[in-house]
């Protein structure tokens, strides 16, 4: 037989579709599937929420606590801020009020946190910070706060929804799309997450109000949180999880303004109730300041 | 060039030629192939399936189409040339990238009468 | 900011790899037009082997890897299912640039034909990193080249 030669001008093998299409149609997809994956998140630690007991609250805490450096500080500085927070609890009558205990660690965070079973814990450079009495009340009332919103649950709930589904995708296979599908609910959590700092400052606020009578301190504790100004437009600014405090700072202040709260002048502000002297950075000039305000 | 009437079914064999025809003409290879990827359904349950033993029927299922869409290609390119059979026909079959697999089907595209 | 570095790295990825697959396509098309003279085929029985002068084993093989957006479209598609067509492109290019090596291998004999071809593919790196990265495929294309007594 002959050979005749012919030149093939259609490519079957290939897909005309341009790839760029095909791209952003897939992050579609799995932006759909996110947002599903997402409600059904919240919708399942919402219901779990309700059915959980104490019990079972107070063995989660054991879980996290161990991870913690020993609480530094004096026992007095430790007691005495103890002791304010049971005297808040017991003259605002709150609810489980013996669960709740302070401790201090020796971290460069200024950070305070609470875990299930109603354990607090401050960081020595936030302690650092306060100026008066009541913006620990504050900040302690803010914790509390979280807690009685079930905010720690509703964490933990979320993360063990968000790790089940994931790892069934890693057995599949899809190991990167789980991580995908992780980042983009990342992003829905973050106005979760702003939403609930912001009922926790208003409960804390309340507290405050009702314990000194007025609500000074509030706003001037939040500040001392953050110390760089970040601007809300730039990604730093939208993906941080605590809202940038000049928001949080306008709608405590909008809430005091609505609610009539007094605000004092600094003079008003009671005084911390134990001497700070165990940090390096603080200067000999705060130190007698504060030795000469103590009182008990 | 003779055209290829519609419904002309195109010969596949394995074999150098076609039984009780003659080779006229003949183009050279022709190829088709399709990269396929499993869903992740699929997966989860061969995964189960592992443990038990037996036909992953998922992947029988996707690697069938895959060959049919691989052999339909092979069809099409030789039909471009002009042929009306392809002989000598070979299968080649490997991984991509974990979860996808290239299906090769290549012969020789002639025209028989 | 590692999701900037991360977008930067895949747009650039896209458009380098969609450049150099044009230009190797348009190269493609130029010699194909050229070897066309020299026909493989996959069977024995085409040639009369009487008529065989000279017979040699010519190969042409291509190392090609696929570049950074290709491997994240092959992971969303391998979650959805279906024709994964970065890789497509890919591979076709590659499997006419091993026969084209071949040809030219032959032509160097001043072969007539190359009968009996077959393809090889390989997978150059490891599956270990559960994915398997970008991929890298050696693909081999191999016959008999043969110069045939004029008639």
């Known amino acids: 037989m002959k050979f005749v030669a012919r030149e093939i001008k259609t490519n079957v093998n290939v897909s005309q579709e341009h790839p760029l299409k095909v791209f952003f149609k897939l992050l579609a997809s799995l932006g759909v599937i996110s947002v599903v994956v997402y409600i059904l998140l919240v919708a399942v630690t919402e219901i779990a929420i309700q059915y959980i007991p104490q019990k079972i609250n107070h063995a989660l805490s054991s879980l996290f606590v161990n991870q913690f450096p020993f609480s530094v500080g004096s026992d007095e500085t430790s007691q005495k801020v103890q002791g304010l927070l049971d005297d808040v609890s017991r003259k605002l009558d709150l609810p489980h009020a013996d669960s709740f205990k302070v401790s201090i660690i020796d971290m460069d965070d200024k950070n305070a946190f609470i875990f299930p079973g109603g354990n607090i814990f401050i ?11 009541n913006e620990l009340t504050m900040v302690l009332a803010h914790e509390v706060g979280h807690y009685m919103n079930n905010d720690h649950l509703r964490a933990l709930g979320r993360a063990a929804v968000l790790g089940g589904i994931v790892a069934v995708l890693g057995v599949g296979g899809a190991g990167e799309v789980g991580q995908f599908i992780t980042g983009f609910v990342n992003i829905f959590d973050l106005k979760y ?36 100004e970040v601007e809300k437009w730039t990604l730093n600014g939208f993906l941080s999880t605590h809202p940038v405090v000049v928001e949080r700072v306008r709608y405590l202040q909008d809430l005091i303004r609505k609610r009539n709260f007094i605000i004092k002048g600094p003079s008003e502000l009671k005084p911390l109730p134990f001497v700070l002297n165990l940090y390096e950075e603080e200067s000999s000039e705060e130190i007698v300041e504060l030795e000469a305000e103590v009182s008990e | 060039m003779d055209q290829k009437k519609k419904g002309d079914k195109m010969i596949v064999t394995n074999i150098d030629a076609v039984p009780g025809k003659n080779i006229v003409e003949h183009y050279g290879i022709v190829q088709g192939s399709t990269v396929r990827a499993k869903h992740v359904g699929v997966d989860c349950i061969a995964g189960c399936q592992n443990t038990f033993g037996g ?23 030789a039909g471009h040339l002009g042929a009306n059979a392809v002989i000598n026909v070979r299968f080649g079959t490997s991984t991509i990238t974990q979860g996808a697999s290239e299906i090769l089907a290549y012969g020789t595209a002639v025209k028989v009468e | 900011m590692d999701l900037i570095i991360f977008l930067v790295f895949v747009g650039g990825a896209y458009l380098i790899g969609q450049h150099i697959e044009k230009s ?33 084993l010519v190969f042409g093989n291509v190392v090609i890897s696929g570049d950074y957006f290709k ?19 890919l591979l076709d290019r590659a499997r006419r640039e091993a026969i084209l090596r071949m040809k030219q291998d032959a032509s160097s004999m001043d072969a007539d034909m190359i009968i009996n071809t077959r393809f090889e593919m390989s997978k150059l790196d490891s599956m270990a990193r559960g994915g398997g990265g970008t991929g890298m495929f050696e693909i081999i294309a191999y016959g008999t080249a043969v110069k045939l007594a004029k008639k």
């Open chain 1, 123 to 133: 960081t020595t450079a936030l302690l650092n910070e306060f100026n008066s009495e």
């Open chain 3, 24 to 56: 190797h396509y348009k190269e493609i098309e130029k010699k194909e037009s050229a070897c066309l003279h020299i026909p493989s085929v996959t069977s024995k029985k085409i040639v009369n082997l009487d008529e065989v002068l000279d017979a040699k």
């Open chain 2, 55 to 77: 036909e992953l029927k998922g992947y029988s299922t996707l690697l069938e189409e895959s060959r049919k869409e691989a052999i339909t290609r092979m069809e099409q390119q």
């Open chain 1, 193 to 228: 997450s702003r939403d609930q700092e912001e009922r926790a400052d208003k409960f804390a606020v309340d507290i405050l109000n009702q314990y000194y009578g007025h609500a000074s301190g509030a706003v001037s504790a939040l500040q001392l949180i953050e110390n760089k």
């Open chain 3, 71 to 89: 491997m994240i479209v092959a992971s969303l598609l391998n979650f959805f299912g279906g024709r994964v067509t970065p890789y497509e492109k």
